[in-house]
């Protein structure tokens, strides 16, 4: 128990080192009364760098105090109008969890959905449904407010070893966790850019359990449009990073030596750094004068 707390600790305090670049105007879904989870703000998440989840405030997660209670219970937040899942947040007990096999979730469509296949994904599928709250923590299955498109990788590699520290924490203790998730969606975005996940164990004030982390709803090798899921294999062109000047006006980008880049105005204009995809997903074109 104590060995699997440390590595997190160390995996924790090295993310938290690496992540250093920010993703732009994030937003919550629609949020409803009983324990909202705190704003973080744009800046406050760093842009995927490598590695699955990265620790957010000091790992440190954001409960008050009248949510710290022993007693087991669960909330899933309503779809907002397009349909994307809000925060869901559980006290998790062993009273909660699942005494039965899952069944199939197969039903549920959450928002962005796309039944894409790529043969270097591990299963084939781009796409899992991502419950927030995993099904062996509340045994809520196919419930479509616990349900995201999240990619093979956010579900394997990004939320799974989270949910198991939890569910293994609360088996052998018999303790109370408190458990957080908000997916986070960009403006208009079907699909969410990640979750932020935080847990805090009850009844020893976090000594077994405390963490806060974002993990992100990307898929190596894989281009992902998060306006509405749909996908395409990553190449050398596709995934270079790059820095370009944007126009929030006009809507166009430019390469930073552009001539009508002294032309923006101060209020429209941005350095952003990333992939050239991501911008036209965002809705920018390229400037016809310097055809970045
Ligand atoms: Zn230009």
């Known amino acids: 128990m104590k060995k699997r707390f440390l590595a997190f600790g160390l995996a924790a305090v090295f993310l938290f080192l690496t992540g250093c670049n920010w993703l732009s105007d994030l937003q919550f879904g629609v949020q409803t009364p009983l324990a909202a989870p705190p704003v973080y703000t744009a800046e406050e998440l760093p842009a995927y760098a490598g590695n699955p989840f990265v620790a957010l405030y000091e790992n440190q997660p954001r409960f008050e105090e009248e949510e710290k209670t022993d007693r087991s219970y669960e909330y899933y937040s309503p779809l907002d109008a397009l349909g994307r899942c809000g925060y869901a947040f559980a006290c998790v007990g062993q009273d909660l969890m699942p005494t039965e096999k899952r069944g199939s979730i197969g039903q549920v469509k959450p928002s962005g959905w796309q039944t894409t296949k790529y043969d270097h994904v591990d299963?084939?599928?781009?796409?899992?449904?991502?419950?927030?709250i995993g099904y062996q923590l509340s045994g809520e299955n196919a419930n479509e407010r616990n349900l995201i498109t999240g990619t093979r990788y956010l579900n394997v590699q990004g939320m799974l070893p989270f949910e198991n520290m939890v569910a293994d924490y609360v088996k052998e203790t018999?303790?109370?966790v408190l458990y957080r998730v908000t997916?986070?969606?960009r403006e208009e975005d079907l699909v969410a850019q990640g979750v932020i996940m935080e847990a805090w164990s009850v009844e020893d004030e976090g000594d077994g359990v405390c963490f806060c982390v974002f993990c992100y709803n990307v898929q190596p090798g894989v281009v992902i449009d998060y306006a509405t899921g749909e996908s395409r294999p990553e190449t050398a062109e596709n995934s270079t990073v790059a820095t370009y000047v944007l126009n929030a006006g006009s809507r166009k980008f430019h390469a930073p030596d552009c001539e009508s880049v002294t032309e923006i105005s101060e209020k429209n204009r941005r350095t952003y750094q990333g992939t050239r995809e991501a911008l036209i997903a965002?809705?920018?074109?390229?400037?016809?004068?310097?055809n970045p």
């Open 123 to 132: 299963g084939k599928y781009l796409y899992n449904r991502c419950h927030l």
């Open 174 to 176: 018999g303790n109370h």
């Open 183 to 185: 997916p986070i969606f």
């Open 282 to 290: 965002q809705g920018y074109s390229p400037c016809s004068r310097c």
